[in-house]
Structure formats: structure tokens, C-alpha cells
């Protein structure tokens, strides 16, 4: 079972709520906020500099592999506000959070979601390294150009396969076009185009190789990642699930793969392809964990702030800054840093089932 902890100063350890309309509405900070705080490291000597927020659970499209056909989500009321993000973000890059990744659901089609990117922007070059996203590519068309002109650099576009029918099946509503469309808006206005692809045996598998070369080819990176057994989908992970091992294996039969150095922020290794020239990744949450590294916490859109994606241990930050105001972050995230754990309980024997109850797209891709 996993703990969850809310600070107040009447009592540290019990749960409650505060009326909204009673709460204290924090406000855009019109400068960046760097005060030298402590930075946040865990009771197993990692620094976290890396936080990953989901600004909406929800999304346009309804990926088998991630969320369930008929998702159910979240009243409007209980999600963070802009400028409660805003008020959060900040207080952890006062903290020493160089990297911030917006994420969803599908963080595009949040309501006024440029206002939010505006407004994290002001921390670039004053403790922020770099502000970024993940998307499905859906929306792009339309935001490309703002994103770059306020200060994204990279997005990372989740793309399982080139085959426009596949597609339709997989995302379950989603047009191969429409995302294409976005991918060349992005590289267009200058961004930085990396490909994510989860390996599904049976479905992409034989395709692997050319999205690669089709990623390659436009200048992009990709990187593959392992099914991962969050929330029940009505998508049989057990059947798909195909161990970048093995996929590793056979690329290697096909290409050059040399180690390469790169760093992100995020858990990825790297090789570079030699026959493309291109950057290749692999994300193995199964197969080979990466969690002494782990560098990252996450934000859910309600304001649960997971100390790992495959544990339930969190800190309710939303009810900490509706009672205590942007001051009463500080604490919390010292507690955060006590109770993060070692590592996930990801098991290729729980694929099966939903390994941990809580869809990808609630605590944010």
C-alpha cells in the first residue's frame, strides 16, 4: 500500500480539505523565483531535478495500451488551476528542478494551456534549463509555432506505427494524417522532434525497424519503451508485451548499434545507429529498471505528487497549497524527499492485470 500526506499546520498527518472558495488562489508570479533553497534529495542520496507534470487527464485519443475505451475523467473541479501549477512549478525550480515536462493525457487540448507555457517560461535561464512536453502530435498543427516562440526547444511525439488503419485500431479514434500534419508544423518552427514507439508484439512489431529509418531520416530521435502495467485498459499487455532485449537483438542483426552517451534528464539509454546516423532509445521498466538513477517525481492534474510511477506513495500538494499557500510547499517536498522509494514493483508476471491501478494518462506519460 502506498501513503499519502497532507501538511497543515494544525495537524502534519491528517488528510483533510478546505473548501475551495475558501482557499487562498495563488497568482502568476510576474518574476522568477530562485532563493538558493536546499535541493531535493531523497534518503538514498538522489538529487531530483526532473519533474514531470500532467496539466489534464484528459485526451483525444484513447490508446488501447493506456487508458480504457470509455475513460470516465476527472470533474473540472478537481483539477489545479494554471496558476496553481504555476505556483507549484515555481517552488520547484526555488528548489533546484532544472528540467519541468508537461504531459497528459494529451497537455494540448487543456483550456488556454499557451497561457501556462508563457508563464513557466519566465524561469528559462533563471534556474530552469529547459521546459518541454510530451504529446500525441494531434494538436500541433495548431500550437507548433507558439510552443517555439515561448521557449520549447524539443517535445517528445508518441507515435506506435506508420500504418494509417493500425493507427485508427490502436489509438481507437485518432487520424495517422492529422499527426504527421504536426510532427512537420513542429520541425517546421524549428522544434526538436523526438519519437516515442512502446514495442507491442503483434501489432508493431515488424515495424519497428522502418520507424526507425523514418524517424532518422527527418532528423529525429527515437526512442522504443516497454509496456507497462498501469490501470485496466481492456488491452491484453500480457500477450503484446515484447522485451526491448530481445528487440535490441534483432535491430542488431539489421544495424550498427554503438553505445552513446547522451543524457536527456529521463531514463533512457542511448545508441547510436550507424547506418542512419541517428540517435536510437530504449526504455526498459521490465527488463532492466533504471530506478538508482531516478532523478524524477511526478504531478498529477488533481495535485498528487507521485514519488514513483509504480508506487502509490504520494503527497496531496493541492490541499497543501489551498490551506497553507505557496510557503507550505517547502515542507511537503521535504517530506516527499523522506518517503520516496527506492524503486517501482513493475513484473512482467503482472502485465496481465493493472500492476498498479491508476491509468498512465492520471499520473501523466
Not at 531535493?40 to 475505451?69: A, H, K, N, P
Not at 489509438?171 to 516515442?196: C, H, P, S, W, Y
Not at 496481465?352 to 492520471?362: D, E, K, L, P
Amino acid at each position: 500500500m502506498g501513503r499519502e500526506f497532507l501538511f497543515s499546520s494544525a495537524n502534519r498527518s491528517r488528510i483533510c480539505s478546505t473548501p475551495q472558495e475558501t482557499m487562498p488562489q495563488p497568482t502568476f508570479n510576474e518574476k522568477p523565483h530562485v532563493d538558493g533553497g536546499k535541493p531535493l534529495i531523497d534518503r538514498f542520496g538522489r538529487q531530483v531535478t526532473y519533474v514531470r507534470i500532467s496539466v489534464t487527464d484528459r485526451c483525444d485519443f484513447r490508446c488501447s495500451y493506456c487508458m480504457s475505451e470509455n475513460m470516465v475523467f476527472l470533474p473540472k473541479r478537481e483539477v489545479l488551476s494554471l496558476e496553481e501549477f504555476d505556483a507549484i512549478a515555481s517552488a520547484f525550480v526555488a528548489r533546484g528542478v532544472t528540467r519541468i515536462r508537461l504531459t497528459g493525457g494529451e497537455p494540448l487540448v487543456r483550456r488556454d494551456f499557451m497561457t501556462l507555457i508563457k508563464t513557466l517560461s519566465r524561469h528559462l535561464d533563471h534556474g530552469l534549463e529547459e521546459l518541454t512536453l510530451t504529446t500525441n502530435g494531434s494538436q500541433l498543427p495548431r500550437f507548433a509555432t507558439a510552443l517555439a516562440d515561448n521557449g520549447i526547444k524539443r517535445i517528445n511525439v508518441s507515435l506506435d506505427t506508420l500504418d494509417a488503419q493500425k493507427f485508427t485500431i490502436l489509438t481507437r479514434r485518432g487520424r495517422l494524417d492529422q499527426v504527421l500534419e504536426g510532427i512537420e508544423a513542429a520541425l517546421g518552427a524549428g522544434l526538436k522532434v523526438k519519437i516515442n514507439t512502446v514495442a507491442l508484439k503483434g501489432i508493431n512489431d515488424d515495424e519497428l525497424a522502418d520507424l526507425i529509418r523514418w524517424a532518422h531520416g527527418r532528423g529525429m530521435d527515437h526512442t522504443l519503451i516497454e509496456t507497462m502495467p498501469m490501470g485496466d485498459t481492456g488491452f491484453d499487455r500480457l500477450d503484446h508485451y515484447l522485451p526491448l532485449s530481445q528487440v535490441q537483438s534483432e535491430l542488431s542483426r539489421e544495424f550498427d548499434l554503438v553505445p552513446d552517451p547522451h543524457k536527456t534528464g529521463g531514463p533512457a539509454r542511448y545508441m547510436r545507429v550507424a547506418q542512419t546516423g541517428g540517435r536510437l532509445g530504449f526504455i526498459t521498466p521490465l527488463t532492466h529498471n533504471f530506478c538508482e538513477g531516478c532523478n524524477r517525481v511526478r504531478l498529477t492534474c488533481t495535485g498528487e505528487l507521485y514519488l514513483c510511477l509504480g508506487q502509490e506513495d504520494r503527497i496531496n500538494l493541492r490541499d497543501v497549497l489551498r490551506s497553507g499557500g505557496p510557503k507550505a510547499l517547502d515542507a511537503a517536498f521535504d517530506e516527499a524527499m523522506r518517503i520516496k522509494p527506492r524503486g517501482h514493483d513493475f513484473k512482467i508476471e503482472r502485465l496481465g492485470s493493472a500492476g498498479v491501478s491508476r491509468h498512465m494518462s492520471v499520473t501523466g506519460g
